[in-house]
Nanobody
Framework: QVQLVESGGGSVQAGGSLRLSCEVSGYTYSYTCVGWFRQVPGNEREGVGRLYRINGNPVYADSVKGRFTISQDNAKNTVYLQMNSLKPEDTAMYYC????????????????????WGQGTQVTVSS
């Protein structure tokens, strides 16, 4: 089983930046994808972006393309979400998750394909 712990959330003004971290432990070589999702109360989880572990290729939701970047540090077993040019509509709880299913490669991202989740970190962007 994989354990994930997110950190780095906080409050920022529109136009600002934050970097979220997701420390992955456990069977770290057992997953196919690692993804970032976000959720606003009352809404379904929205895929923000994900990395395919084998080649590290990222995929992003249209809403964050050009502003968000996913990267990984294999030595630290940590995945990052760099968020620039933040907007109030980016306000949400952000989660990282991993999947061993081939379905995690689908676009758009499907949260039901992801099996292990962190506890989330809150991002609040004020106008």
């Amino acid at each position: 089983q994989v354990q994930l712990v997110e950190s780095g959330g906080g409050s920022v003004q529109a136009g600002g930046s934050l970097r979220l971290s997701c420390e992955v432990s456990g069977y770290t070589y057992s997953y196919t994808c690692v993804g970032w999702f976000r959720q606003v109360p009352g809404n379904e989880r929205e895929g923000v972006g994900r990395l395919y572990r084998i080649n590290g290729n990222p995929v992003y939701a249209d809403s964050v393309k050009g502003r968000f970047t996913i990267s990984q540090d294999n030595a630290k077993n940590t995945v990052y979400l760099q968020m620039n040019s933040l907007k109030p509509e980016d306000t949400a709880m952000y989660y990282c998750a991993t999947s061993r299913r081939a379905g995690c490669l689908r676009v758009p991202m499907d949260s039901y394909e992801y099996t292990d989740w962190g506890q989330g970190t809150q991002v609040t962007v004020s106008s």
